[in-house]
């Protein structure tokens, strides 16, 4: 299995201000997600990063919003931009074993509120 | 569009007891069903996979099963105990199209000593 840390675990952060969330694999992986979950709902996935491509967003995310870097294998940062109270969620990083199955594992999320 | 269902939505038993948790799903074209475990505030750990052509899967005390014509998946936990309490998510992996991971809304379990 892969182990994810995610920087930072929390933050407290004012309106109209962005933050970036660093997400770290001890292993090269082709493809990390990222996914919100809002404040008692499950997760909804933002997007997909591919090293060496533009990120893959679902529908309802747009890159101006959250800006995606994919810089090698084994890491991946989100940008959450121009912050409003609606942003606060947690935010997950998480990747696929790779292999047949698909398994997924997440990392420990980052807490964000936004005042 | 793929939709997850979990039943119930908040469960609360006393220690000891076997309980089941239940997952539909509306679009039987998955690789596979997974039961993940969340604590509050905190990640996701994953408890079980089932792929697509499997009927079941046993970790310890928890067992999933898998009836994918009918869209549906039981995990039992067997003698729970209060470090059972947490919130269990149900997820599908889907196939065709938008290839990914669909979350039901979860499962909050609490287990009094």
């Known amino acids: 299995s892969a182990v994810i840390s995610q920087k930072p675990s929390r933050d407290i952060c004012q309106r109209g201000t962005s933050l970036t969330i660093q997400c770290q694999v001890d292993s090269q992986v082709t493809m990390m997600f990222w996914y919100r979950q809002q404040p008692g709902q499950s997760l909804t996935l933002i997007a997909t990063a591919n090293q060496g491509s533009e990120a893959t967003y679902e529908s309802g995310f747009v890159i101006d919003k959250f800006p995606i870097s994919r810089p090698n294998l084994t890491f991946s940062t989100l940008t959450v931009s121009n912050m409003s109270p609606e942003d606060s969620s947690i935010y997950l990083c998480s990747v696929d074993s790779g292999s047949q199955g698909y398994e997924q594992y997440f990392g420990p999320g980052t807490r964000l509120t936004v005042t | 569009k793929q939709e997850v269902t979990q039943i119930p939505a908040a469960l609360s038993v006393p220690e000891g007891e076997n309980l089941v948790l239940n997952c539909s799903f509306t679009?039987?074209?998955?690789?596979?069903l997974q039961w993940f475990r969340q604590d509050p505030g905190k990640g996701l750990t994953s408890l079980l996979l089932?792929?697509?052509?499997?009927r079941e899967q046993t970790s310890g005390r928890l067992n999933a099963s898998l009836d994918k014509s009918s869209g549906r998946s039981t995990l039992y936990i067997a003698a729970s105990q209060p470090g059972d309490s947490a919130t269990y998510l149900c997820?599908?992996?889907?196939?065709?199209?938008?290839?990914?991971?669909?979350f039901g809304k979860g499962t909050k379990l609490t287990v009094n000593p």
């Open positions: 679009d039987s074209a998955i690789y596979n």
């Open positions: 997820a599908v992996y889907t196939q065709g199209g938008s290839e990914k991971l669909v």
């Open positions: 089932i792929q697509s052509s499997q």
